[in-house]
T-cell receptor, first 118, second 113 residues
Framework: AQKITQTQPGMFVQEKEAVTLDCTYDTSDPSYGLFWYKQPSSGEMIFLIY??????QNATEGRYSLNFQKARKSANLVISASQLGDSAMYFC???????????????FGKGTHLIIQP | DAGITQSPRYKITETGRQVTLMCHQT?????MFWYRQDLGHGLRLIYY???????DKGEVPDGYVVSRSKTENFPLTLESATRSQTSVYFC????????????FGPGTRLTVL
């Protein structure tokens, strides 16, 4: 079973609209971190936002927020007031605490290609 | 310069040749990682290292060798390159535990002919 699932291969959104990128995850480890990265066409991986499994509040970083629903195992990224520069690939990733026996690196989803239209 | 660097940025090689990709970080992070990125697969973990002289396999380790004699360096070697190893390779580093973000290098685009 996939550990990180991103069900939207591509999305088109009008500039200034809010965007929600879906991410569901699967782990039996009680301790884990969830991350979102942005990859523009230039190729670099840019960290956006992080949510810890024990965090009670949803994470926010500027225009980015993470809608964390632990019981549903979802960690959706919300971008408010989208801009043309938000056009990129977006990856959801998880790092487990280790008690589940998994590797210590990030497990990535396959990504969502977001295109912001003027 | 502070940060994480990779070299070379682009490499073309032939099947059967040995290739080494370099990764250097200046943050003294304990953890370092190698990922490969292929269309349709996202990023997949090849190897990681928790500290100098400690390495472990990730999801796709076959055909790769790593070493970490110094905390700041984590080279990845393809002992006998194959066409299936054509990919973009990313090095990353972080502090320990699940709550630390990973910082990525700029990537190395490797083509095996």
């Amino acid at each position: 079973a996939q550990k990180i699932t991103q069900t939207q291969p591509g999305m088109f959104v009008q500039e200034k609209e809010a965007v929600t990128l879906d991410c569901t995850y699967d782990t039996s480890d009680p301790s884990y971190g969830l991350f979102w990265y942005k990859q523009p066409s230039s190729g670099e991986m840019i960290f956006l936002i992080y949510q810890g499994s024990y965090d009670q509040q949803n994470a926010t970083e500027g225009r980015y927020s993470l809608n964390f629903q632990k019981a549903r195992k979802s960690a959706n990224l919300v971008i408010s007031a989208s801009q043309l520069g938000d056009s990129a690939m977006y990856f959801c990733a998880m790092r487990e605490g280790g008690s589940g026996g998994g590797a210590d690196g990030l497990t990535f989803g396959k990504g969502t290609h977001l295109i912001i239209q003027p | 310069d502070a940060g994480i660097t990779q070299s070379p940025r682009y490499k073309i090689t032939e099947t059967g040749r040995q290739v080494t990709l370099m990764c250097h970080q200046t943050w003294s992070h304990s953890y370092m990682f190698w990922y490969r990125q292929d269309l349709g697969h996202g990023l997949r973990l090849i190897y990681y290292s928790a500290a100098a002289d400690i390495t472990d396999k990730g999801e796709v380790p076959d055909g790769y060798v790593v070493s970490r004699s110094k905390t700041e360096n984590f080279p990845l070697t393809l002992e006998s390159a194959t066409r299936s190893q054509t990919s973009v390779y990313f090095c990353a580093s972080s502090g320990s535990g699940p709550y630390n973000e990973q910082f990525f290098g700029p990537g190395t685009r490797l083509t095996v002919l």
